[in-house]
Structures are given as C-alpha cells and as structure tokens.
C-alpha cells in the first residue's frame, strides 16, 4: 500500500524506562498479552518498565458510559501520574487504547485550560495529598513495540511468512478507535492511514491489507456494547468489517485495542452460530492477535504461553502457516501445567463452511 | 540593480498581464513582475472555460498579444520578498522604485492530501480537478491502467467550506466548474455515468443554471445533495465511496472507477507576508481585504497598492480581467495624483 501522509504523523516515543499502566479488561480477555509485553520490551529487550501495582483503573469505561463526570476522571488520571513520578519514571505507557485516549485527551485538555489543570490539582491535593506531575512522555504500548520493530527483527525466529510457499502473510491491522481518531497528531501515521501496527506487520515480513473498510470502527463503541439492547450495533459493524476483508483472504487480523481484539475475535463466534457465516481460509475464522502476541510470534514465544487458547477463533491455523513449534496437546494446561477446561465445538472453528450447529431462528 | 518605474504590476496571472497592458495602452511605464518562468498564471492549467466552453489557450493568446503590442517590461522567474508602495524587492536583489503597485499575485490551490479521507497521493484513481483538466489537454481520460472510466464521482468543496481545514470561505467557481467538468466527461465518453456530490448549487452567473440543467437534462449527469466522507481503493484500483444522500436521508456506498475532487482556491501565504510588510489588512480566509466592497474594490487599505483578481477571493476569469481594468484605472489616477 502506498502511504503519502503518515511521515508527517510522528510522535517522540521514549526509548527506555517506562511506567506502565495496565488496562482493566485485557488481563481477562487477552491474559498472555501483557506479560508477553513485559517481557519482550523488559527482559529481551533489555528497557526498564515498572509494573505498579498501586495504578487503578483509569475509569475511562465510566466517563464513555457517562457515569464518571470529566472532574473526575481528570483526578483519577493525575492520580496516576503522580504515582508515575512516585516510582521515579517520567515515560507514562499505557495498554489499553481507551486509556491513551483519556490521558490524551486530559493533557490536551490541561494545555488547553491551564485553570482546569489548576483545578484538577486542588482536587488531587485534596483526595490523595499528592502532587500533580505530568508525563514527559506518553505513549501507547503499541507505539512502544513500533519503537522497537527493528531490534525485535533482528530477534525473530518466524517471520509473518507462510513457511511452506514463501509468500508473505496477509495481514488486516485495525486500530481502536481512541488511538488517533480523537487526537491524529497523536498517533503514528494519523487516523487515515495509521502505521503503528503496518510498520510492524512490514518490519517483520508480512503484507498490510487495505480493504474498503479499514477504517471502520469495530463496533465496541461504549454505547454499542454496555446497553444490551445495541449489541446489535456492534455486531453489524464487526460484519461489516468481515465482509469487506474477506474477499483479500487475510491471513489473521492484529489490532492495538482491548475492545477491538475482542469483538473482531468473539463476533466471527457470533456470526458463525447465527449465521452460519465464516470467514478464513476453510470457513476456520481469521485469527485475531494482538500486537504483543504478534510479536511475541515473531520472536518465538510459545503460543499456549502468549495465552492464544483464549481466543473464540483458533490460532493452529496461523501457526501452521508460520511454522510455529507448539504442542497441540498443552493447549489447555495453564501455565503449571494443570488443565484449565476446553471451549465446547463451535462452527467458527469446525470448517464446516456454510452449516451451523444449531439455528438459533428456530 | 535599481529599476525605476510607474507601477509595478505582481502576478503575471490573467489579471496581472491584463492590468499591466492597459497601464502601458494609457502611457503609463510599467513592470510585470512573475515568479514562474511563463505568464498566464494558473489558467495555463485549464482547457476550457465555462460555461461557454471557451478555449482558455484562446484567452491566454489575446493577452499575451495584447502584452505584445504594449511596452510592458516583464521580469519572469522573478519572486518578490518585500512590497511597498514605492519599493519591491526581488530575490535576486533587483529593486524597483515606483510610484504605485498592483497586487495580482492570485491564489493557491488547496493541496487535497489535507483531506486524508479521500485518498488523493495514495489511491492511484483519485485526483483533482486539475489534475482532469490535465486529462481533457490531451484528449483522454483514463484510469491508472489505461481504461476509460464508466463511473466517475466528482466531489465538490475540497477545501472549501469546511472549517477543519480551516477553510471556511466558498471557492466561487468549483460548482460550475464541476457541471463544465461532469459535460466535458460526457462529451468525451458517452457512456460514462458521472455523479457530482454537492453540498449547494452556487450557479451565481449568467448562463450557469442553464448549464446545470443542461447537463442534468442533456448529458443525464447525477446530482446527489451529500457530501463524501471517506474513499478506500477495491481490488483493481476501483474506490469505494461512502456518502449520505441528504434529500432522501439516506446512507450510501458506491464503487466507482475515478473520484475527482474539487479542489479549492486557498489565499496564498505569501499575503500574511505583504500584509506584515505593508500593513495591508487580511480577511479572516487569507485574501486581502478591499477598501470597500462597493465603490474601492479595487483599493486597498494602503493607499498607492491596489488589487486585482483572486487576491481579494476567488473570482471567475472574466471577473479577475474586468478588475485588472479598474485596477489600473485606478492606480493611473493615483499616479497622476
């Protein structure tokens, strides 16, 4: 794909010792990724990032769901940053993409309205008797990994090729929507034509898909997901996504948000069951990574260790193409080796094309 | 190297080469002073001119004859750094005392890769409406690959009217100019569907409502009242557009085989510039400000610097010709004090 505009969308990334922040849901949805994180950037590549286990959830679910007033959450937030600066760290990095875009979106709004940040100082002061202190750096775990692309290439052990014809992966990258929607400049590459994960995808050998609807949300949206009665809206977006890609058979998809991730990977279930729809190669789904278990891949994690037995849509596939060493058999052991129980069959993973298990319109 | 002269005209647009033949045609001395290395501005891009089809080639000939005849000093490839109303410099050093000046230095056009959501730089079959008229000179309109397109989407205000990009003002002449461009497509290849995506139809002059019917009636040129919000590139350089079609308050998505878009006049940055060096006002567009919209709009806030043409706001070719009279007149009177 050719790419005019993204050169102009950089963002200073720091280089090493990070605090890192981490996202509420991901430790259930995607339970590998952040440790996967923490060791590819702490213990292979050599950076010091301080996991604070005094960091609370940035409420970011609650202000989107309007439950958490912005006074709030802007509290909240510098609460935050002053732990930051407790630690001794100044680089604030942060899992989740709802996350980066509150913090964001409150710095901007500090710079903005320095009464506002005055304000939002009195009310830490008198919450937590802490001082405020912002970040010198804020940068999103992906762009930490974008950073580091390079010396994670020379480290890879399986490049996103298909190890028996040579070709290279397809890949659909999707970014959530808070990453650079809100604020571009923010992002690398802007919100048009967004590199942070196309850089990695190409730094490790694959191929960006572009289809018609890349740029569509995957169709989390607060509203969409947390009232029951729009889970309709969400799942019409994802098919929407699904649809379009299909036709470019991508090899997997990888996305840089917790909600994305999810959706993109549990909705191709959904759709399987109710439609009987699946997307993939031999109807088997399209697997969805995230960027941690994408490189973690590349440099030869063990994928049971990355923790890809959680996802709705089988990996074997994907692994099978990359030449991936794994035991099939250790795909349900967790990591002390006792067994943590097995999904029941589903259409999205049984290659049965165009059949369902059942029709849920009966 | 010091020159000295009547008036200085800068900008050897139409409007410039126009004012500066009729300074010369009343005895006045003049010097046309042009940054590019060939006169006739940004006209020299088009192939004809509503709504009469006129070959521009043809009115670009008539000045540049008429600049024959007359004893204008040009100075081509010639930037200004520093405006007075006695005094330009150039870049090369050059200055030139005068005794007036007309400001004819135009616009620029609005760069479409700013609209990021439409893909222009990286989707091969999205391009400007200079880029078509590029197209109609030598007589082919094709994609990327060499076929003709059979469904061509013309966007109208890229770049205009749209505060994002900090582009408020309209850009005049970008409606009828799409209606030429939709007939002109039509003319050339039958049976072609063409969709032009409007936010208004501003057929302001004589004989551009008629246009617009003709090419509605004539040439069976779609009309849909919405803008794009986003193209993406199909398989074989095919795009996808999303739009909403507000008369029937619908979403919509269409794939076609070219997207042009309209791209806007934007004030040149060059004026903050003059304005700084003369005390020249600004609108809030950019363009200069006349002294008065009725009975000085060829004057400005400075006296002794006059304008003509699109410094003030985007302006039709025959409009920017008829000013670069008045201009001159007006800078004559000036001069003879």
């Not at chain 2, 008229?133 to 060499?146: A, P, V």
Request: glycine share 8%.
């Amino acid at each position: 794909m050719r790419r005019g505009a993204w050169e102009d969308y950089q963002k200073d990334i720091a280089d090493d010792k990070y605090y890192y922040a981490r996202s509420c849901i991901r430790q259930n949805f995607f339970p590998g990724s952040e440790k996967a994180f923490l060791n590819i950037v702490g213990r292979d590549l050599g950076r010091e990032v301080f996991d604070d286990p005094l960091h609370t959830s940035c409420t970011g679910i609650g202000y989107h769901s309007d439950i958490v007033p912005y006074e709030t959450i802007m509290t909240v937030v510098a609460r935050q940053f002053s732990l930051m600066h407790e630690a001794g760290f100044e680089n604030f990095i942060s899992s989740c993409i709802t996350s980066f875009g509150i913090y964001t979106e409150i710095l901007n709004t500090w710079e903005e309205f320095p009464e506002t940040e005055e304000k939002t100082r009195e009310s830490l002061y008198k919450a937590t008797k802490r001082e405020l202190y912002k970040p010198k750096n804020l940068a999103h775990t992906s762009d930490v990994i974008f950073h580091l692309r390079d010396e994670i290439k020379q480290r890879m052990k399986y490049p996103l090729v298909n190890h028996l014809t040579g070709e290279k992966l397809r890949v659909v990258e999707h970014i959530g929507c808070h990453y650079a929607k809100i604020f571009p400049k923010r992002g690398i590459g802007g919100s048009e034509f967004p590199y942070v994960l196309a850089g990695m995808i190409e730094s490790w050998g694959g191929d960006v898909v572009d289809y018609p609807e890349r740029r569509h949300c995957c169709g989390f949206g607060f509203r969409n997901y947390l009232v029951q009665a729009n889970r309709g809206y969400s799942i019409a977006n994802s098919h929407k996504k699904l649809e379009s890609m299909a036709p470019y058979r991508p090899d997997f998809i990888v996305c840089n948000c917790p909600g994305c991730t999810m959706f993109l990977d549990k909705w191709q279930y959904t759709i399987a069951e109710m439609e009987g729809t699946t997307y993939g190669e031999a109807g088997q789904g399209i697997p969805v990574l995230t960027y941690e278990e994408m490189a973690g891949l590349v440099l030869g994690y063990d994928p049971w260790e990355l923790g890809m037995q959680m996802h709705a849509v089988n990996v074997e596939p994907l692994l099978n193409k990359m030449g991936v060493e794994y035991d099939p058999a250790a795909k349900y052991l967790g990591p002390n080796g006792k067994y943590i129980g097995k999904p029941l069959q589903s259409v999205v993973n049984s290659s049965r094309g165009n059949t369902s298990l059942y029709d849920i319109k009966k | 190297m010091i020159m000295q002269t009547d008036v200085v005209v800068v900008g050897g647009g139409v409007a410039g080469i126009k004012a500066a033949c009729e300074l010369c045609q009343a005895g006045s001395k003049c010097v046309l002073v042009e940054r590019d290395s060939v006169l006739g501005g940004k006209l020299r891009g088009w192939h004809k001119l509503f709504p009469s089809f006129t070959s521009s080639s043809d009115v670009i000939e008539e000045l540049l004859n008429e600049l024959k005849q007359s004893n204008v000093e040009c100075l081509l490839g010639s930037e200004v750094v520093y405006i007075s109303s006695t005094l330009c410099r150039l870049a090369s050093g050059t200055e030139i005392q005068c005794r007036a000046v007309i400001l004819a230095t135009g616009y620029n056009l609005f760069d479409a890769r700013i609209k990021e959501e439409y893909g222009y730089g990286i989707y091969d079959n999205v391009i400007t409406s200079v880029d078509l008229e590029r197209m109609f000179h030598t007589g082919t309109i094709s994609t990327l690959s060499g076929a003709a397109p059979e469904k061509v989407a013309i966007l109208h205000c890229v770049g205009s009217r749209d505060e994002k990009v900090c582009q408020r003002h309209c850009s005049k002449v970008c409606c009828i100019t799409a209606v030429k461009q939709a007939i002109e497509i039509k003319k050339m290849l039958p049976n072609s569907e063409v969709f032009n995506f409007y936010m208004d139809m501003r057929m302001f002059g004589p004989g551009y409502e008629e246009l617009y019917l003709t090419a509605q009636k004539q040439y069976n040129v779609h009309f849909i009242r919405g803008r794009i919000s986003e193209a993406a590139q199909l398989p074989k350089g095919r795009l996808q557009i999303k739009a909403e079609d507000t008369l029937t308050a619908r979403p919509l998505i269409m794939s076609v085989d070219m997207l042009v878009l309209m791209v806007g006049m934007k004030a040149p940055k060059q004026n903050a510039l003059f304005a700084l060096a003369t005390g020249l006002e600004l609108q809030p567009s950019g363009f200069i400000s006349s002294k008065d919209l009725f009975l000085e709009a060829v004057l400005t806030s400075v006296p002794g610097i006059f304008v003509a043409g699109t410094v003030t706001a985007p302006k039709t070719i025959g409009e920017s010709i008829s000013e670069a009279t008045m201009a001159s007149r007006a800078a004559l009177k000036f001069i003879e004090g």
